[in-house]
Protein backbone atom coordinates (compact mmCIF):
# COMPACT_ATOMS: atom_id res chain seq x y z
CA UNK A 1 0.00 0.00 0.00
CA UNK A 2 1.27 3.32 -0.90
CA UNK A 3 2.29 5.86 1.68
CA UNK A 4 -0.01 9.18 0.67
CA UNK A 5 2.08 12.26 -0.02
CA UNK A 6 -1.31 14.81 1.49
CA UNK A 7 -1.00 18.37 -0.03
CA UNK A 8 -2.32 19.38 3.35
CA UNK A 9 1.07 18.10 5.00
CA UNK A 10 2.96 20.24 2.56
CA UNK A 11 0.89 23.51 2.94
CA UNK A 12 1.05 23.92 6.64
CA UNK A 13 4.45 23.31 6.70
CA UNK A 14 5.23 26.15 4.06
CA UNK A 15 2.39 28.67 5.53
CA UNK A 16 3.87 28.30 8.48
CA UNK A 17 7.24 29.43 6.80
CA UNK A 18 5.60 32.10 4.91
CA UNK A 19 3.55 33.46 8.19
CA UNK A 20 6.91 34.06 9.69
CA UNK A 21 8.58 35.65 6.07
CA UNK A 22 5.62 37.90 6.32
CA UNK A 23 6.19 38.68 9.92
CA UNK A 24 9.75 39.90 9.39
CA UNK A 25 9.34 41.74 6.54
CA UNK A 26 6.94 43.53 8.17
CA UNK A 27 8.79 44.42 11.13
CA UNK A 28 11.20 45.94 8.40
CA UNK A 29 8.19 48.02 7.32
CA UNK A 30 7.04 45.70 4.00
CA UNK A 31 4.00 44.67 3.11
CA UNK A 32 4.04 41.74 0.97
CA UNK A 33 1.40 42.62 -1.59
CA UNK A 34 -0.36 40.50 -4.30
CA UNK A 35 -2.50 41.95 -7.14
CA UNK A 36 -5.01 40.00 -8.82
CA UNK A 37 -6.00 41.31 -12.25
CA UNK A 38 -8.82 39.58 -13.90
CA UNK A 39 -10.47 40.90 -16.83
CA UNK A 40 -14.41 39.53 -17.05
CA UNK A 41 -16.07 37.27 -14.25
CA UNK A 42 -15.24 33.57 -15.69
CA UNK A 43 -16.17 31.27 -12.68
CA UNK A 44 -13.28 29.64 -12.60
CA UNK A 45 -10.89 32.83 -12.32
CA UNK A 46 -13.46 34.13 -9.64
CA UNK A 47 -13.21 30.58 -7.55
CA UNK A 48 -9.43 30.49 -7.55
CA UNK A 49 -9.43 34.28 -6.86
CA UNK A 50 -11.44 33.52 -3.43
CA UNK A 51 -9.20 30.87 -2.58
CA UNK A 52 -5.41 32.96 -3.15
CA UNK A 53 -7.29 36.31 -1.11
CA UNK A 54 -8.23 33.61 1.84
CA UNK A 55 -4.76 32.05 1.55
CA UNK A 56 -3.23 35.60 1.44
CA UNK A 57 -5.06 36.60 4.86
CA UNK A 58 -3.87 33.14 6.36
CA UNK A 59 0.16 34.18 5.78
CA UNK A 60 -0.52 37.92 6.36
CA UNK A 61 -0.26 38.86 2.29
CA UNK A 62 -2.15 41.78 1.34
CA UNK A 63 -4.09 41.47 -1.91
CA UNK A 64 -5.31 44.31 -4.23
CA UNK A 65 -8.04 43.26 -7.15
CA UNK A 66 -8.27 45.55 -10.39
CA UNK A 67 -11.11 43.89 -12.30
CA UNK A 68 -11.63 45.10 -16.11
CA UNK A 69 -14.35 44.44 -18.39
CA UNK A 70 -14.31 41.75 -21.12
CA UNK A 71 -14.21 44.00 -23.70
CA UNK A 72 -11.59 46.05 -22.39
CA UNK A 73 -9.13 47.18 -25.32
CA UNK A 74 -5.81 45.66 -25.34
CA UNK A 75 -4.16 49.22 -25.01
CA UNK A 76 -5.85 49.74 -21.71
CA UNK A 77 -5.28 46.22 -19.99
CA UNK A 78 -1.36 46.94 -21.15
CA UNK A 79 -1.66 50.46 -19.41
CA UNK A 80 -2.83 48.36 -16.20
CA UNK A 81 -0.12 45.79 -16.51
CA UNK A 82 2.48 49.03 -16.44
CA UNK A 83 0.97 50.88 -13.78
CA UNK A 84 0.91 47.56 -11.69
CA UNK A 85 5.22 47.01 -12.75
CA UNK A 86 5.89 50.58 -11.43
CA UNK A 87 3.94 50.49 -8.31
CA UNK A 88 6.51 49.60 -5.77
CA UNK A 89 3.76 49.00 -3.06
CA UNK A 90 3.15 46.05 -5.67
CA UNK A 91 5.79 42.73 -5.09
CA UNK A 92 3.31 40.05 -7.34
CA UNK A 93 0.79 40.22 -9.88
CA UNK A 94 -1.60 37.23 -11.06
CA UNK A 95 -2.88 37.56 -14.31
CA UNK A 96 -5.64 35.34 -15.14
CA UNK A 97 -5.35 33.60 -18.35
CA UNK A 98 -7.08 33.22 -20.76
CA UNK A 99 -7.91 36.21 -21.78
CA UNK A 100 -10.52 37.46 -24.71
CA UNK A 101 -9.76 36.69 -28.18
CA UNK A 102 -9.60 40.18 -29.47
CA UNK A 103 -6.58 40.68 -27.16
CA UNK A 104 -3.11 39.58 -28.20
CA UNK A 105 -2.01 37.13 -24.86
CA UNK A 106 1.29 36.61 -25.55
CA UNK A 107 1.96 40.47 -26.46
CA UNK A 108 0.11 41.14 -23.09
CA UNK A 109 1.70 38.68 -20.66
CA UNK A 110 5.30 39.33 -21.73
CA UNK A 111 4.46 43.09 -20.84
CA UNK A 112 4.30 42.21 -16.79
CA UNK A 113 7.87 42.45 -15.31
CA UNK A 114 9.60 39.38 -14.40
CA UNK A 115 10.10 40.79 -11.18
CA UNK A 116 6.24 40.28 -10.14
CA UNK A 117 5.49 37.38 -12.04
CA UNK A 118 4.79 35.02 -9.56
CA UNK A 119 3.13 32.72 -11.43
CA UNK A 120 5.64 32.18 -14.47
CA UNK A 121 3.88 33.43 -17.72
CA UNK A 122 6.48 35.78 -19.13
CA UNK A 123 9.15 34.34 -21.66
CA UNK A 124 12.13 36.18 -19.05
CA UNK A 125 10.20 34.05 -16.00
CA UNK A 126 10.34 30.51 -17.86
CA UNK A 127 13.98 31.62 -19.47
CA UNK A 128 15.08 31.64 -15.65
CA UNK A 129 13.71 28.69 -14.82
CA UNK A 130 15.94 27.19 -17.62
CA UNK A 131 18.46 28.73 -17.16
CA UNK A 132 18.36 28.07 -13.12
CA UNK A 133 18.67 31.81 -12.64
CA UNK A 134 16.37 33.89 -10.41
CA UNK A 135 14.46 35.64 -13.27
CA UNK A 136 10.96 35.83 -12.17
CA UNK A 137 9.70 32.93 -11.03
CA UNK A 138 8.95 29.17 -11.96
CA UNK A 139 5.19 28.14 -12.48
CA UNK A 140 3.18 27.40 -9.01
CA UNK A 141 2.07 24.23 -10.35
CA UNK A 142 5.57 23.24 -11.29
CA UNK A 143 7.23 24.45 -8.36
CA UNK A 144 4.48 22.74 -5.92
CA UNK A 145 5.39 19.67 -7.51
CA UNK A 146 9.07 20.14 -6.31
CA UNK A 147 7.65 21.73 -2.52
CA UNK A 148 5.90 17.90 -2.50
CA UNK A 149 9.23 16.39 -3.23
CA UNK A 150 11.44 18.49 -0.89
CA UNK A 151 8.46 18.42 1.93
CA UNK A 152 8.34 13.93 2.02
CA UNK A 153 12.72 13.96 1.29
CA UNK A 154 12.80 12.50 -1.92
CA UNK A 155 16.23 12.40 -3.28
CA UNK A 156 16.02 13.44 -6.62
CA UNK A 157 19.74 13.18 -7.29
CA UNK A 158 20.56 10.49 -9.38
CA UNK A 159 17.38 9.30 -9.94
CA UNK A 160 15.41 9.06 -13.42
CA UNK A 161 12.17 11.25 -13.69
CA UNK A 162 10.30 11.24 -15.65
CA UNK A 163 7.76 14.14 -16.69
CA UNK A 164 4.39 12.83 -18.39
CA UNK A 165 3.50 15.74 -20.22
CA UNK A 166 4.94 18.74 -22.14
CA UNK A 167 3.05 21.72 -21.21
CA UNK A 168 5.16 25.07 -20.43
CA UNK A 169 2.56 25.77 -17.46
CA UNK A 170 4.06 22.36 -15.74
CA UNK A 171 5.44 19.85 -17.71
CA UNK A 172 8.99 21.06 -19.58
CA UNK A 173 9.13 24.03 -16.08
CA UNK A 174 8.78 20.91 -13.67
CA UNK A 175 11.67 18.29 -15.97
CA UNK A 176 13.97 21.63 -15.49
CA UNK A 177 13.07 22.00 -12.10
CA UNK A 178 14.16 17.83 -11.35
CA UNK A 179 17.73 18.69 -13.90
CA UNK A 180 18.59 21.25 -11.46
CA UNK A 181 18.23 18.68 -8.24
CA UNK A 182 20.90 16.38 -10.35
CA UNK A 183 18.04 13.91 -11.71
CA UNK A 184 18.04 12.19 -14.75
CA UNK A 185 14.90 13.78 -16.85
CA UNK A 186 12.99 12.60 -19.46
CA UNK A 187 9.65 14.53 -21.08
CA UNK A 188 7.37 11.67 -22.10
CA UNK A 189 4.32 12.81 -24.33
CA UNK A 190 1.31 10.97 -26.21
CA UNK A 191 3.46 10.29 -29.26
CA UNK A 192 6.45 8.93 -27.14
CA UNK A 193 7.31 5.43 -28.47
CA UNK A 194 6.27 2.37 -25.73
CA UNK A 195 5.12 5.15 -23.43
CA UNK A 196 4.20 2.68 -20.58
CA UNK A 197 7.69 0.74 -20.86
CA UNK A 198 9.55 4.64 -20.90
CA UNK A 199 7.29 5.50 -17.47
CA UNK A 200 7.92 2.29 -15.59
CA UNK A 201 11.46 2.48 -15.62
CA UNK A 202 11.40 5.76 -13.92
CA UNK A 203 11.78 6.13 -9.55
CA UNK A 204 9.93 9.62 -9.90
CA UNK A 205 7.14 10.49 -12.31
CA UNK A 206 5.25 13.60 -12.75
CA UNK A 207 2.00 12.95 -14.36
CA UNK A 208 0.89 16.40 -16.44
CA UNK A 209 -0.90 15.23 -19.40
CA UNK A 210 -4.36 16.28 -18.99
CA UNK A 211 -6.00 12.85 -19.25
CA UNK A 212 -7.96 10.99 -16.91
CA UNK A 213 -6.35 7.56 -15.43
CA UNK A 214 -4.19 7.76 -18.42
CA UNK A 215 -1.20 6.30 -16.26
CA UNK A 216 -2.61 2.83 -15.15
CA UNK A 217 -1.44 0.33 -13.80
CA UNK A 218 0.77 -0.83 -17.23
CA UNK A 219 3.00 2.35 -16.52
CA UNK A 220 3.63 1.74 -12.91
CA UNK A 221 6.70 -0.02 -10.93
CA UNK A 222 7.08 -1.47 -7.28
CA UNK A 223 9.06 1.64 -5.39
CA UNK A 224 8.12 4.47 -7.56
CA UNK A 225 6.90 8.05 -6.03
CA UNK A 226 4.24 9.60 -7.89
CA UNK A 227 2.79 13.28 -8.03
CA UNK A 228 -0.53 13.57 -10.12
CA UNK A 229 -0.56 16.69 -11.25
CA UNK A 230 -4.18 16.43 -13.26
CA UNK A 231 -7.08 17.54 -12.67
CA UNK A 232 -10.33 15.75 -14.72
CA UNK A 233 -14.16 16.05 -14.14
CA UNK A 234 -15.59 12.37 -14.81
CA UNK A 235 -18.82 12.17 -16.23
CA UNK A 236 -20.14 11.49 -12.40
CA UNK A 237 -18.37 15.16 -11.79
CA UNK A 238 -16.21 13.35 -9.16
CA UNK A 239 -12.44 14.49 -9.78
CA UNK A 240 -9.88 12.15 -11.30
CA UNK A 241 -6.29 12.38 -11.69
CA UNK A 242 -4.08 11.54 -14.78
CA UNK A 243 -3.35 8.38 -12.47
CA UNK A 244 -5.39 5.62 -12.15
CA UNK A 245 -5.11 6.03 -8.54
CA UNK A 246 -6.47 2.79 -7.31
CA UNK A 247 -4.22 0.68 -9.64
CA UNK A 248 -1.36 2.94 -8.37
CA UNK A 249 -2.03 2.58 -4.58
CA UNK A 250 -1.31 -1.03 -5.04
CA UNK A 251 2.22 -0.87 -6.36
CA UNK A 252 3.64 2.15 -6.04
CA UNK A 253 5.61 3.76 -2.90
CA UNK A 254 4.08 7.23 -2.45
CA UNK A 255 1.47 9.18 -4.40
CA UNK A 256 -0.11 12.50 -4.58
CA UNK A 257 -4.18 12.44 -4.09
CA UNK A 258 -6.86 14.13 -6.28
CA UNK A 259 -8.00 15.77 -4.94
CA UNK A 260 -6.07 17.16 -2.20
CA UNK A 261 -2.41 17.00 -3.71
CA UNK A 262 -0.62 19.04 -5.91
CA UNK A 263 -3.86 21.83 -6.16
CA UNK A 264 -3.93 21.98 -2.62
CA UNK A 265 -0.18 23.26 -2.43
CA UNK A 266 -0.19 25.55 -5.90
CA UNK A 267 -1.84 28.72 -4.06
CA UNK A 268 0.88 28.44 -0.77
CA UNK A 269 3.61 28.50 -3.62
CA UNK A 270 1.89 31.58 -5.14
CA UNK A 271 2.28 33.55 -1.50
CA UNK A 272 5.51 32.41 -1.57
CA UNK A 273 6.93 34.37 -4.66
CA UNK A 274 5.05 37.29 -3.73
CA UNK A 275 7.04 36.98 -0.51
CA UNK A 276 10.24 36.06 -2.39
CA UNK A 277 9.45 39.26 -5.06
CA UNK A 278 8.92 41.45 -1.77
CA UNK A 279 12.43 40.35 -0.23
CA UNK A 280 14.13 40.35 -3.76
CA UNK A 281 12.73 44.14 -4.34
CA UNK A 282 13.91 45.49 -0.99
CA UNK A 283 17.29 43.61 -0.47
Known amino acids: MAMIYKGSEVTEALNERIANDVEELQSRGISPTLTILRVGERGDDISYEKGATKRAEKVGVAVRNVILPLDVSEDAL ?4 LKLNADDSVHGVLMFRPLPEHIDEDKVRNMLAPAKDIDGITDLSLAGVFAGIETGFAPCTAAACMEILDYFDVECKGKQA ?17 LDRNA ?3 VAHSRTADLP ?8 VIACVGRAKMVDASYLSEGQIVVDVGINVLEDGSLSGDVDYAAAEAIVQA ?4 PGGVGTVTTSVLMKHVVEAAKRINA
Open 78 to 81: INEI
Open 184 to 186: TVT
Open 162 to 178: VVVGRSLVVGKPAAMML
Open 255 to 258: ITPV
Open 197 to 204: GVVRQADI
